[in-house]
């Protein structure tokens, strides 16, 4: 069972889910899921990472897309052991209002439905003058508690990121405000991936 400190370490790595734009792409399957296809569209592991015992997080992209830019990005994360639901959302919020408090662009909403939580998120990156926007990237967070087919107890973390860049920007957040909920519905009603823990 992972103690405090260690906990509190991951819930730190969850936090820094893509608010950092730019990664070295490594890939070793971890959780038993390969690829996903998402709203009619199939989606590549990329990335993945495994920096404590029970910490587990894989990125997957479409074809033409990296993890270092892309248009969408669908994440999954397992962290095993003690830590609550409830736990890490809080520390993703805290974490939000924090950049907010730098940040205007950043914004958030959660929704909750039979034990799960969603978190609906906005962050940016601006150019290196600080004078425009570069990057806006919009999150779709699904936290549930489950028991992956070895059984374990874990809290997944299903997720759906959204990027524009530079001109398109303008135009990214034109469509979000049309058409917000959209993304909501189709994160709330996706069947969820059966999570198995590679050894």
């Known amino acids: ?34 690829a996903i296809r998402f709203d009619r569209a199939n989606y590549n592991l990329a990335w993945t990472s495994h920096p404590t015992a029970s910490y587990y997080k894989q990125e997957y992209v479409a074809k ?27 520390a993703k919020i805290a974490a939000l209002k924090k950049m907010k408090a730098s940040n205007p662009v950043v914004n958030f909403e959660t929704f909750e439905k039979d034990g799960e ?18 990057v806006v990237e919009r999150n779709v967070y699904r936290y549930k508690s489950i028991v992956e087919k070895n059984g374990q107890n874990c809290v997944l973390l299903f997720g759906v990121s959204e990027r524009a860049y530079g001109d398109d920007i303008d135009n990214f957040f034109k469509n979000l405000k049309a058409h917000r909920f959209d993304l909501i519905n189709f994160v709330g009603g996706f069947a969820l991936p059966e999570i198995a823990i590679v050894k």
Do not use: P, W
Request: hydrophobic share 45%.
């Open 117 to 134: 939580v969603m978190l609906d998120f906005l962050v940016s990156e601006s150019a290196s003058d600080g004078e425009y926007l570069s």
């Open 1 to 34: 069972m992972a103690n405090k400190h260690t906990i509190t370490s991951i819930i730190i790595g969850l936090l820094l889910t893509n608010c950092s734009f730019g990664q070295i792409a490594k890939t070793s399957e971890y959780l038993g899921v390969a």
């Open 64 to 90: 033409g897309d990296s993890v270092e830019r892309f248009k969408k990005l669908i994440l999954l994360e397992v962290l095993t052991g003690e830590a609550k639901l409830n736990t890490i959302v809080a």
